[in-house]
């Protein structure tokens, strides 16, 4: 059971890394809407611009997700 | 829409009761406490809305006109007029938040000085729309959804496990997934709104070419300007052009979408 959801970490892991890596205006999206302005900063009619610190913020956690899911999978092995 | 709101009262529903069965939460605690939990959210979200943009009150001497539009705008759409301000926001932007009869909205100098009257008007009516739809409150009402979800499916996780260092991860990545999961479907609801709040502001103004021309003339200059800025940036994102996946991801239907429905 416990094999089971270290495996589970791993691989969901690096599925939320690879998202957070992938798309991090997202991953910015998901935690802010609701909570800042509907068009917010950015342009209007569109989607709310995304600092670059956040994006690389979020791009950075993502790697370390991915890096995390690693080790849960190589402590498997 | 309908659809869609199920599912998410769905997520809600399936949340409390593993909160309640698990959990052993009461009913009435389990609704007080989202209650307050979306609340406190929509009281904090506003307060920081204003903040972060430094938004001031827009002068009614310096800008009568403005304040009659947004006064005739609202009689139309049987709402008080909400509390107008203005911020620099460094590219021409506008945005509402509150709810029915405590309304706000923000518009940047930049949008006033880019829009012609009859633009602006529909853009303020866009805004309008929004209060009088209740859509602000509705996307908070959907994060809030989204977190309890994710609370609770965090919780589940964590008390179902070892607590070895595996399971605490386990736990804020499926907290984190499911967060997500449920926005997905928040985002459809806003982008359907964003068609919704189109639609109102153009009936309220008497058609929908002010609002098609806004809409243009804005994504036009930001062409411009993201071409320089952002190649690097996106070169790594799936995000940003509102097609495909992309589109999926979106709060806001592509603006070239809104244009042609507004012109149809």
Known sequence: MADVRTLLAALLGAVLGLVMVLAPEFVVQVHTVGRRPHEGRGEYGGERDVPDQWRRLVQAA?????LLGGYFGYTLI | MAVVGSILFAFYAIAAVVAMGAFGVPLALVLVGSVLFV??????GKWMALRSVGAEDLPE??????????????AEMGIDK???????????????????????????EELLRTLNAAELESVLAHELA??????????????GVASIVAIVAQWVVLLTGDNDIADFFLALVVGQITQMLVM?????????R???ADGDAADAIGGGEPLASALEKISRGNERADSAVDDQVNALCIFGEGR????????HPPVEKRIERLRS
């Open chain 2, 130 to 143: 929004h209060i009088s739809n209740r859509d602000v409150v509705m996307m908070v009402l959907g994060q």
């Open chain 1, 62 to 66: 993502g790697v370390a997700l991915i």
């Open chain 2, 194 to 196: 964003e068609y919704v």
């Open chain 2, 184 to 192: 997905l479907f928040v985002f459809a609801i806003s982008r359907y």
């Open chain 2, 61 to 74: 001497e310096q800008y009568p006109e403005i304040h009659r539009q947004v006064e005739d705008i609202s």
């Open chain 2, 244 to 251: 495909g996946l992309a589109s999926l991801l979106s709060t």
């Open chain 2, 82 to 108: 909400p509390r107008l301000m203005i911020a620099q926001m460094g590219v021409p932007n506008a945005f509402a938040v509150g709810r029915k009869g405590a309304g706000t909205v923000v518009v940047s």
């Open chain 2, 39 to 44: 609340g406190v959210q929509y009281k904090i």
